[in-house]
């Protein structure tokens, strides 16, 4: 009877060797480690598949304080008047279901250090309380500074469109420089776009060429502003450095600028030949190959902002109206930035803007470099591959261009196809190509899941990968990062035996059973069997088919025909992490995608990481938050999310106020 005037937490810190007195260790040395052997942070982040939870860590780099207020605000996950009820014990325990199942042994060391850290939560008075969770809170609205970008490089896809729209040169030289490297999904993410030795020579050769081409036959293709009264007519050939240098630069010439210029323009024999130095030189310059993405200069700033636009919306430098609107100061208001981003967006040039985003975010680089077993898909080709990508393509720019909601992407129960896909999807061919096409609901194709450039290059060469598959939708439309397996793990799978032929379900079963593999491919893994029915160049297929060749070799090998097996397919899935999200086909998927918070917001992720060119932090949750908030009032159009990323980009407090004014 007297137990019952104990405090319930004095006798849970009583079992956890935690009694009134003692002194707690910092959770920084004693509890934070524990969780992070025990991998919490791995899905426990706004980019893990936790985001979705009011869980997230800090990040690794944080500072000590900042780790401290994390693990008071975990008061949050405790029951105080029953703190055996806590879920921040039950589910790491895995007293109750966790998606991420145990990570914590019950009845092991970490388990009683973690019981100890519960008791001390639950004791803690309002006052203390209410300073814990205002972490949660800072979290909410946007944590920290976000890093600030002075300088990114071209990437090659703008370098082509500028020396385009610069020189009316269409001879993509960048097509020739060293490939570029995919970052947090992206080939514009400025922590990737350095400058090496080979890259610098390539810039050479290039604008040397460039600028040997410029005049060619005599023809000054509009670049010289002026008739030259002569081969020496100076003012002339100020005017054409300070007009090509606006360009060029993406910003007016300093003094010293035109000054150095002018003395190599002078140094040739001729005007054309002096300009044509000049433009060498100018392609070759740091501000040419880098653009402004801030700056400390006043004066430069209207000129960072067009930059900034220009190479979000068009993939290009800005043109002489968006200069000029700079110059005017057009772009000083939230207004004025609405207006500029408005008529941009009616450009035929934003059409490219839209195009090289999509080409990046749905890797059609990967389908373009795959190879696939001709004896087992015959129809697969390089002809196939571009098929596929003018797919997708064409079918995300008609939800862009015509205004339709965005979520039909993963919805749509049509496609723009050609004849070679036609083939691949056992439907009739259009009369022309890429004219748009209904699916049969037998199909059970939808949006870009049921698409062959998704199903092509998230498979193997020989056959279908349901590994590859889930983590291309976690990362890609959930915004969601899979731990890497862990060192010396083989990835590979022993080959199918003719004596013991097994499904991709049954062979991979052993993922759920190892300990070492279960925690990241049962997040990935189950999302992959619900896309079985669909080939590695994205065929429909109703059994999984064996095929066994006998071991021959020469001429006999190619002559003999392969035994087959054909095995019963289980197509049922899931996403782990989300509620009621059994399905069992693409269609099924993308409806359930399409309505899952977590998609919404990884849409706008993904366009906010190709604007800014680095991953969101913390800090940018409110510049996400209203961008998210615009594009749902808009019924997901496409076009006023991006007006609202550059909105809230270039003018975050009037955003924010409007935002506040709107909840209240």
């Not at 800005?318 to 450009?347: C, H, K, N, Q, Y």
Request: proline share 7%; hydrophobic share 35%; charged share 25%.
């Amino acid at each position: 009877m007297m137990t019952r005037s104990i405090p319930f937490w004095l006798l849970w810190a009583a079992s956890a060797s935690l009694l009134p007195g003692q002194p707690v260790s910092s959770f920084s040395d004693r509890i934070y480690p524990i969780l992070e052997k025990a991998g919490c942070r791995n899905c426990h982040n706004v980019e893990g598949v936790a985001s979705a939870t009011r869980l997230h860590f800090p990040d690794e780099d944080a500072a000590r304080a900042r780790v401290e207020a994390f693990g008071k605000s975990l008061a949050e996950f405790v029951d105080r008047q029953n703190p055996g009820n806590s879920i921040l014990w039950l589910k790491p325990t895995l007293r109750i279901p966790h998606t991420g199942g145990e990570r914590i042994p019950k009845g092991s060391p970490e388990e009683a250090a973690l019981k100890s850290w519960i008791g001390y939560l639950a004791k803690l008075s309002s006052a203390e309380l209410a300073e814990a969770l205002r972490y949660r809170q800072e979290e909410a609205g946007g944590y920290g500074v976000a890093p600030k970008v002075v300088l990114r490089r071209l990437t090659h896809s703008q370098y082509n469109n500028t020396v385009r729209d610069l020189l009316k040169d269409t001879s993509n030289p960048a097509s020739q420089f060293p490939p570029e490297d995919y970052v947090n999904g992206f080939k514009n993410q400025y922590q990737a776009l350095s400058v090496s030795p080979i890259l610098t020579e390539a810039y050479s050769r290039a604008a040397e060429r460039l600028a040997a081409g410029a005049f060619r036959r005599g023809d000054s293709r509009g670049l010289i502003p002026c008739q030259p009264a002569s081969d020496d007519d100076a003012a002339c050939g100020t005017r054409f450095i300070q007009t090509f240098g606006r360009r060029a630069f993406r910003r007016p010439l300093e003094a010293d600028e035109i000054a150095w210029h002018q003395t190599i323009f002078k140094a040739e024999k001729n005007f054309l030949a002096g300009a044509q130095a000049v433009i060498e030189t100018m392609l070759q310059s740091p501000s040419f190959v880098f653009w402004l993405e801030e700056t400390p200069n006043p004066k430069w700033k209207p000129y960072a902002k067009a930059s900034r636009l220009a190479y979000f919306i068009w993939d290009t430098a800005p043109d002489d109206a968006l200069l000029d609107s700079a110059a005017r100061g057009d772009l000083s208001t939230a207004e004025g930035i609405e207006r500029v981003t408005r008529r941009m967006l009616d450009d035929p040039r934003a059409r490219d803007g839209v195009d090289e985003f999509v080409s990046e975010w749905l890797r059609f680089d990967r389908v373009m470099s795959a190879s696939r077993e001709r004896r087992i898909y015959p129809l697969f080709s390089r002809e196939l591959a571009k098929a596929m990508t003018e797919e997708s393509r064409r079918f995300v720019g008609d939800l862009v261009w015509s205004d339709r909601n965005f979520l039909e992407a993963f919805t749509a129960k049509y496609s723009f196809i050609n004849s070679d896909l036609a083939a691949v999807y056992k439907v009739p061919p259009p009369a022309r190509d890429f004219q748009r096409v209904e699916f049969p609901p037998e199909a059970e194709r939808a949006g870009l899941l049921g698409q062959a450039l998704f199903l092509t290059l998230s498979s193997k060469p020989d056959e279908t990968a349901p590994t590859g598959r889930g983590l291309f939708i976690r990362e890609q439309f959930l915004c969601q990062q899979v731990p890497p397996p862990p060192p010396g793990v083989d990835p590979n799978q022993p080959p199918v035996e003719e004596s013991k032929p097994v499904t991709n379900r049954e062979r991979m079963a052993m993922h759920a059973t190892n300990q070492m593999c279960a925690g990241c491919h049962n997040l990935i893994d189950p999302i992959g069997f619900g896309f079985e029915k669909f080939d590695a160049i994205g065929m429909r297929r109703e059994k999984h088919k064996l095929l066994f060749y006998p071991n021959l070799t020469g001429v006999a090998a190619r002559r003999a025909k392969p035994k087959e097996i054909e095995l019963e397919l289980d197509t049922k899935g899931r996403v782990a992490g989300i509620q009621d999200s059994e399905f069992s086909s693409p269609r099924e998927l993308g409806e359930l995608l399409a309505r899952t918070p977590q998609c919404q917001e990884c849409v706008v992720k993904q366009v906010f990481r190709y604007m800014s060119g680095r991953q969101d932090t913390p800090a940018d949750r409110p510049v996400l938050n209203q961008a998210l908030e615009a594009f749902r009032k808009s019924d997901y159009h496409f076009k006023e999310l991006m007006v609202a990323l550059v909105k809230s980009r270039e003018f975050p407090e009037s955003g924010r106020t409007a935002h506040v004014a709107n909840n209240h």
